[in-house]
Every structure is written in C-alpha cells, then in structure tokens.
C-alpha cells in the first residue's frame, strides 16, 4: 500500500511539468534504478540518474517543439530535424 502511495504521488507531482521536465524527472529516475541494479552501488546509481536526466530531457524537449523530430545518425549520436513530410 505504500508503494502504491509513493507512485501516486510521483505522479502527481510532475502532472504539471512541461514535457522535457516530465522526460528529464522519468529519465533521471529509470537511470537510477537501472545504475543502481547493475552496478549495486550508490555511484552506479548517480551516473545512471545523470545519463537518464539528459537523455530525457532531450527527448522531452522535441515534444514541445512541433514539427521537429529526435533522430540518430550512423555513429549513435542523437539530433534534431524537420520532420519528413
């Protein structure tokens, strides 16, 4: 029951956040817990929180731009561009 609590109030409390905060708070989040489960340690944890936080915002920040789109060229490094029409 407070799980349920907790995640509600999470939640809740970016409900209100523009979309690259929204994808900045989730990002950072899942990265934690991903960090934390692989490495067991709190460092782990931290990068994988840090990494989550600005891929996230990164892509948050397209959804608020309408017409541009998040792409990746053949190297792996993330851009963006006009979407095809």
């Known amino acids: 029951m407070k799980k349920v609590i907790i995640l509600a109030l999470i939640g809740l409390s970016i409900a209100s ?18 960090g934390g489960v692989v490495t067991g340690n709190v460092r782990g944890a931290a990068v994988g929180a840090a990494i989550g936080g600005v891929s996230g915002a990164l892509i948050g920040s397209v959804a608020e731009q309408p017409g541009q789109c998040y792409y990746r060229d053949r190297y792996g490094r993330r851009y963006i561009d006009s979407c095809p029409r």
Do not use: N
């Not at 956040?17 to 991903?34: D, E, F, Y």
């Open 17 to 34: 956040c523009t979309p690259t905060q929204q994808g900045a708070g989730i990002g950072a989040a899942s990265g934690a817990v991903i």
